[in-house]
């Protein structure tokens, strides 16, 4: 009876086995990656173009989800409040997880309240104008915008967005005042620009290039110090007549804090093979994204980059008093 006892023990953890492996597994339902800003903007695309690859890397449908409002901290406190398994992630950018923050009251700690998964693109902007605008060139913009001053109008997607930084930085730099105009995000603001609503925007090259080469807004200059890969016609801000104007955009993916290492290594990795697809590669160039190099893909050092940008530009947009409520 002894012996049958102990063969009895000793056969239980062959059985419960089984479930504890299924019971760790990830994914094993679809993943959500929610986009803070406006279905059919420059995150919500080049977050549609990473999914496809990140599904067969995961072996589970990965939904894209636009929630917008309030400059991106609607779909964010949505994240914040999600269960920490990985099932729901927030894409987002120096506007959403670095300086929204400063402009309004929001529930959630960019820092406290999230864990990076990975960086997966960067990009210069355009300073685009109305096709109607009077003005030639760059230099012929910053003499409009001076003997206009606070008349010009320039859109984007909410205070405390990139949009919103890059606007007050050029005002900085080029010693003008220019009115900003929010928007739920940049693909309406860029609607507007279409339509002749608003006189000027700084957007990313994944939003507007396309309606800059079909002919329906006019980009001056690249925000950069070199040329756009993409459209090589386009000068930089150095040669059209704003010196060291710089700005970029990156875009990432975080999840809830407390979800489990093994997951954010998962979905990391899911984003690293996506990256690597050459169709994806060629999509993000075709829209003037650049790809991270390697090094600049992992969560640690998206972590380290995040807090870094908040030291950085946190203290220009408290600077400017804008509060929203």
């Avoid at 299924?22 to 059919?40: D, E, H, L, N, R």
């Avoid at 599904?55 to 309030?70: C, D, F, H, N, Y």
């Avoid at 991270?292 to 995040?306: G, K, M, N, S, Y």
Wanted: hydrophobic content about 45%.
């Amino acid at each position: 009876m002894r012996r049958r006892a102990l063969l009895k023990i000793a056969s239980i953890p062959a059985i419960a086995w089984p479930t504890a492996v299924k019971a760790q597994a990830f994914p094993t339902k679809p993943v959500t990656i929610i986009v803070p800003f406006s279905a059919g903007g420059p995150l919500d695309t080049l977050c549609r173009i990473l999914a496809e690859p990140m599904q067969a890397s995961l072996g589970q449908s990965v939904v894209i989800e636009a929630v917008t409002g309030a400059g991106g901290a609607i779909g964010i406190t949505r994240v914040a409040r999600s269960p920490a398994d990985g099932y729901t992630l927030i894409s987002g950018n120096q506007g959403s997880h670095i300086t929204l923050g400063a402009v309004q009251q929001v529930s959630f700690d960019v820092l406290r309240d999230f864990s990076p998964v990975a960086m997966f693109a960067t990009t210069s902007q355009l300073i685009l104008v109305k096709k109607s605008l009077d003005v030639a060139n760059l230099r012929e913009l910053l003499a409009h915008i001076r003997a206009n001053p606070g008349k010009v109008t320039d859109g984007g997607g909410g205070y405390g967005t990139v949009a919103h930084t890059s606007a007050l930085y050029f005002m900085q730099l080029g010693g003008t005042t220019i009115q900003f105009i929010p928007y739920r995000g940049a693909a309406p603001a860029l609607q507007d620009l279409m339509a002749g609503q608003i006189d000027m925007m700084i957007d990313q090259p994944s939003n507007s290039l396309p309606h800059v080469q079909a002919g329906k807004v006019r980009a001056l200059a690249v925000t950069a110090p070199t040329r756009l890969a993409a459209a090589l016609d386009i000068p930089t801000t150095d040669e059209a007549g704003l010196p060291g104007f710089y700005t970029s955009v990156w875009q990432a993916l975080w999840v809830p804090r407390g979800t489990p290492d093994t997951v954010i290594e998962t979905l990391n990795k899911a984003v690293r093979d996506a990256l690597a697809d050459p169709k994806v590669r060629q999509r993000f160039s075709d829209l003037g994204q650049e790809i991270p190099p390697a090094e600049q893909q992992t969560a640690r050092w998206l972590a380290d980059f995040q807090k870094a940008e908040v030291e950085k530009w946190v203290p220009m947009v408290k600077a400017a008093k804008v509060k929203i409520d």
